[in-house]
Nanobody, 124 residues
Framework: QVQLQESGPGLVKPSQTLSLTCNVSGGSITTNGYYWSWIRQPPGKGLEWMGAIAYSGSTYYSPYLKSRTSISRDTSKNQFTLQLSSVTPEDTAVYYC????????????????WGQGTQVTVSS
């Protein structure tokens, strides 16, 4: 029932901040037991977990991206957001938001829901 939809600019200039919003319907981002995650897939590469915000509001980040990543939420709008600063062309990827039962998961499991993904290109 839950549906997730990524939104935000599809083109970001190098050195700027990539900002995406995940709009959630059919379920609350404060529901106990879920982690609201951001995952990306660069061209020709595998899925990379970026971070998550839990139902409690606690945040978790990939150690590889922690210094540049910020995840937040707006419970009144049932949304959560991703900000990735100082982007380079290597940040070009399809970005997904997902509801998962296991923090850090990059594969779909029972009860998990993923958005369709949105292409973000970093280019001048």
């Amino acid at each position: 029932q839950v549906q997730l939809q990524e939104s935000g600019p599809g083109l970001v200039k190098p050195s700027q901040t990539l900002s995406l919003t995940c709009n959630v319907s059919g379920g609350s981002i404060t529901t106990n037991g879920y982690y609201w995650s951001w995952i990306r897939q660069p061209p020709g590469k595998g899925l990379e977990w970026m971070g998550a915000i839990a139902y409690s509001g606690s945040t978790y980040y990939s150690p590889y991206l922690k210094s540049r990543t910020s995840i937040s939420r707006d419970t009144s709008k049932n949304q959560f957001t991703l900000q990735l600063s100082s982007v380079t062309p290597e940040d070009t990827a399809v970005y997904y938001c997902a509801r998962v039962r296991s923090v850090g998961a990059t594969t779909r499991g029972r009860g998990d829901s993923w958005g369709q993904g949105t292409q973000v290109t970093v280019s001048s």
